[in-house]
């Protein structure tokens, strides 16, 4: 991806939240930390950091954000750093001459206007506030909700308006918030958050728990008519849980008043109705009210009440109500453990290997205390267990368990039949294993049946094939298989180069031949550029030249085709 390129290497929708992101100056600073090297703090629902590295032709060769989205390969905090990269990178020459940081107009504008603002009177800040005050609720809302010394159930009804009316605002007619406004609606958030960490940071962890709560319900609430495909109600979400979390880190100095109204908040919130709609989020509260229920049994009574409760509500079939349930069951298990209880613990085990969590801990126990033929029958009944209920994953994990246990054990012969089973099912880091625990005398034939075995399926054990065709330096074979799936020459052409070069011309020519048939578009044209390019690098310039004035000639009538021709 380059900067001169986003428009076609970004998701418009996220290219849209980046754009929108730059117009309300979101990207607060850029700064250029070593050659090519851009940090950039993004405004969102709390200050993120993106960090971008670039060539000199504008090539962005990394890219990371600390925000919480994984919908996509690209965030639009990312994208607003990007197009402010591309529209306010300075040029090489001024940075040859000494200026290092190259800082976004957003980085320069925000330093100016605090300037203007340390200069101002007393007075006229707050003439202008109160202005602003009578224009906007929501400023009036802001201001009050900074600077005023509220706390406890005010505060958090002051911050509960100041959502709402945040909402409001980028709702339409019908309450419902389209993405393009998803940003502004949570604005409102961002305020409440500021002022759960400054109780928090004052040591007043019921005031700021309560915020965050108020966060969590209304955020669930507004999942209901948001169009929230870029993630960013869920991160909210995700952000007040988190801070609950952090609060309980810290409740070793707590009253056992605090500890009980903690404990008390976090119940309830966790039995809100829209969390039903994800059981995550359910669990997040649960586990952290779990380390309060740890060092006191009347509120562990009250937790292990909750779980139930959430248990009943689970109950059904599915793969969901299994997963609350074994969820749930883990959670109990963990407290038995952490309450010293680990003989019921050990009976709670065994009683609930239907639920993969728990075989997997107690073939882990098993190894621990050196039972391994448990250990190992564990996996096997795991195997047959999961086999019969058509889930594939886990029966390779169990598989995997079993080559663990045959592995530390020194049981070779059971180690490489199982690995190679493994190998077959799609997992190549077994290979090398089993080259190296085969007897040397039985390797060739070990090896001639996993070719033909590979060679005659399709799929993903193609792929295994032609890694260890690569692995082993087969050419001969490798070609063969390239010559009859010629969309493959791209990928191991380099591997042939020597020893097929010629047979691999007339493959890579069929190949342009039949990408320019199908092109249409100024991206296919560059495909094929690509691939004319690697016929260059395997039949030398006079093959690609020819391949360029051919395809001059067949299409006289594609002008874009033929501009990107005269660039290879």
Not at 168 to 178: A, E, I, P, Q, Y
Not at 281 to 304: F, N
Not at 334 to 345: C, D, F, I
Not at 394 to 421: D, F, H, M, P, S
Request: proline residues 2%; glycine residues 6%.
């Amino acid at each position: 991806m380059n900067l001169n390129t986003l428009s076609s290497s970004i998701d418009p929708v996220i290219l849209d939240r980046g754009r929108e992101y730059v117009s309300l100056g979101y990207v607060r600073s850029i700064e250029e930390t070593e050659n090519g090297v851009y940090v950039a703090a993004v405004r969102g629902s709390e200050l993120y950091e993106v960090v971008v590295e670039l060539d000199d032709d504008g090539e962005v060769l990394s890219l990371e954000c600390d925000c919480p989205y994984d919908f996509g390969p690209i965030c639009k905090h990312e994208a607003a750093v990007l197009l402010e990269l591309r529209d306010e990178r300075e040029p090489l020459s001024m940075r040859e001459n000494g200026n290092n940081a190259a800082t976004s107009s957003v980085s320069r504008i925000s330093t100016d206007l605090r300037a203007v603002l340390e200069s101002a009177s007393k007075e006229s800040l707050v003439a202008l506030l109160a202005s602003l005050a009578e224009e906007s609720d929501i400023v009036e809302r802001r201001v009050r909700l900074s600077l005023s010394p509220i706390s406890g159930q005010e505060a958090v009804e002051q911050c509960r308006q100041l959502i709402r009316s945040s909402i409001r605002l980028h709702s339409d007619k019908h309450g419902f918030v389209d993405w393009r406004s998803v940003d502004g609606a949570v604005e409102g958030v961002t305020i409440a958050v500021e002022k759960s960490l400054q109780a928090a940071g004052s040591g007043d962890v019921m005031t700021a728990a309560a915020i965050d709560r108020c966060i969590l319900e209304e955020m669930v609430d507004l999942l209901q008519s948001v169009d929230d495909s870029s993630g960013t109600v869920g991160a909210e979400i995700e952000g007040s849980l988190e801070r609950m979390q952090d609060l309980i880190a810290d409740e070793a100095g707590w009253t056992a008043e605090v500890r009980h109204d903690m404990m008390r908040l976090l119940l309830d919130a966790s039995e809100q109705p829209g969390l039903a709609e994800c059981d995550e989020w359910r669990i997040a509260l649960l586990q952290s009210a779990s380390y309060l229920a740890a060092t006191d049994a009347a509120l562990r009574d009250q937790w292990l009440a909750a779980l139930s409760r959430a248990g009943d509500g689970a109950k059904g079939s599915g793969w969901g109500s299994d997963y609350l349930t074994e969820r749930l069951d883990l959670m109990r298990y963990e407290m038995l453990l952490a309450t010293g209880a680990e003989a019921e613990a050990r009976l709670f085990l065994q009683d609930r290997l239907h639920h993969s969590g728990f075989r997997k801990q107690a073939i882990q126990q098993a190894r621990a205390e050196g039972d391994y033929n448990r250990a190992i029958r564990l996996s096997r009944e795991g195997e047959e267990q999961d086999s019969a209920r058509g889930l594939p994953g886990l029966v390779n994990q169990w598989k995997q368990l079993r080559y663990e246990v045959y592995q530390l054990t020194g049981q070779t012969r059971e180690q490489q039949e199982l690995g190679i089973a493994l190998l077959l099912n799609g997992d190549f880091s077994y290979y090398q294993q089993v080259k190296a625990i085969c007897p040397p005398s039985e390797w060739p034939q070990v090896y001639r049946d996993l070719l033909k075995q590979l060679g005659q399926s399709s799929g993903r054990e193609h792929s295994l094939y032609t890694r260890i065709l690569v692995a082993e330096r087969e050419t001969d074979l490798l070609f063969a298989y390239v010559a009859k799936n010629p969309s493959t020459v791209e990928q191991y052409y380099a591997y042939l180069a020597k020893s097929h070069r010629e047979e691999l011309i007339p493959i890579f020519q069929q190949r342009i031949a039949g990408k320019a048939q199908r092109a249409s578009n100024r991206r296919d044209y560059q495909d094929v550029c690509r691939i004319i390019r690697m016929l260059r690098e395997v039949g030398g310039r006079e093959a690609a030249e020819q391949m360029v004035k051919q395809l001059l000639t067949q299409y006289r009538n594609k002008p874009a085709f033929r501009d990107e021709l005269g660039h290879v």
